[in-house]
């Protein structure tokens, strides 16, 4: 018989923008490993986050535009960028594959005693299950889900909140856009694809992939609150997948 998996393997961490995912990575940084990986199921970590590869993109178009050429996936405003190319963001899990496989499957050791995050927010028109079902079924394979749930009204709150001008490229002070989110974060397909279910499993590309979503409001910064909320959805989450 399999023995059960002490740790994930793969954690997407999904959710929509400022609704706490990279609170929620920055929590479990700050913990003693072997804590963490007893208490949540969260071995040695590294993170893949699309984020900064959005960020790159939009300078590329700021470069070119300096050179009077037209810019390709994005329009730069006072809060920062709105992407405007369709499928922009979903393309980039050709990227998330392409680095996995090479940074983390081709080195089965990192998985002796690590879990890779994997990080990204999705919305209208690009959404979760179409990226979701992009990736490789070997990453699939490996790999449970944890959705952070807020409102769309508490996202933009906390998302005008969070801003800090000047860090416009930092992962915990950066704005969307108030453009970019009503135009496209304010709708997600998150609870149609898992029928409005708590936790479960979904049949992505031919793998059935555990998920739990867990509710991440009211907001606090109180870390006894958020040991107890993260520690009941990945408790969960990891039953879910030790029965995999």
């Given at each position: 018989?399999?023995?059960p998996a002490?740790?994930?393997?793969?954690?997407?961490?999904?959710?929509r923008?400022?609704?706490?995912?990279s609170e929620?990575?920055?929590?479990?940084?700050?913990?003693?490993?072997?804590?963490?990986?007893?208490d949540?199921?969260i071995g040695r970590?590294?993170?893949?986050?699309?984020?900064?590869?959005i960020?790159?993109a939009?300078?590329?178009?700021?470069?070119r535009?300096?050179r009077?050429?037209?810019?390709?996936v994005s329009e730069?405003t006072?809060?920062?960028?709105?992407i405007?190319?369709?499928?922009?963001?979903?393309?980039?899990?050709?990227?998330?594959?392409?680095?996995?496989?090479?940074q983390?499957?081709a080195n089965?050791g990192?998985?002796?005693?690590g879990?890779?995050?994997?990080?990204f927010?999705?919305?209208?028109?690009d959404?979760?299950?179409?990226?979701l079902?992009?990736?490789?079924?070997?990453?699939?394979?490996?790999?449970?889900?944890?959705?952070?749930?807020?409102s769309?009204?508490?996202?933009?709150?906390?998302?005008s909140?969070?801003?800090?001008p000047?860090?416009?490229?930092?992962?915990?002070?950066h704005?969307?856009p108030?453009?970019d989110?009503?135009?496209?974060f304010?709708?997600?397909?998150?609870?149609?694809?898992?029928g409005?279910?708590?936790?479960?499993r979904?049949s992505?590309?031919g793998?059935?992939v555990p998920?739990?979503?867990?509710?991440?409001?009211?907001?606090?910064?109180d870390?006894?609150?958020?040991?107890?909320?993260?520690?009941q959805a990945l408790?969960?989450?990891?039953?879910?997948y030790?029965?995999?």
């Amino acid at each position: 018989m399999k023995e059960p998996a002490k740790i994930f393997e793969h954690l997407f961490v999904l959710g929509r923008p400022a609704g706490g995912k990279s609170e929620f990575i920055d929590f479990m940084k700050k913990l003693p490993a072997d804590g963490r990986a007893a208490d949540y199921g969260i071995g040695r970590f590294e993170e893949v986050d699309d984020f900064p590869w959005i960020s790159d993109a939009c300078l590329e178009d700021d470069a070119r535009e300096s050179r009077s050429e037209p810019r390709q996936v994005s329009e730069r405003t006072a809060e920062g960028y709105n992407i405007t190319r369709p499928k922009f963001r979903g393309s980039l899990v050709d990227r998330f594959n392409e680095v996995i496989a090479r940074q983390y499957l081709a080195n089965p050791g990192f998985y002796e005693d690590g879990t890779l995050l994997i990080e990204f927010a999705r919305g209208r028109d690009d959404s979760f299950r179409e990226s979701l079902e992009r990736f490789q079924p070997e990453i699939l394979s490996r790999s449970a889900i944890l959705y952070i749930q807020v409102s769309f009204e508490e996202s933009f709150r906390r998302n005008s909140a969070r801003y800090k001008p000047g860090q416009e490229e930092s992962i915990l002070f950066h704005k969307v856009p108030d453009h970019d989110m009503l135009g496209f974060f304010r709708e997600n397909d998150w609870a149609a694809i898992t029928g409005g279910a708590p936790d479960g499993r979904l049949s992505l590309a031919g793998v059935e992939v555990p998920f739990v979503s867990m509710n991440n409001e009211p907001e606090s910064t109180d870390p006894l609150v958020l040991r107890e909320r993260y520690a009941q959805a990945l408790g969960r989450l990891l039953q879910l997948y030790r029965t995999r």
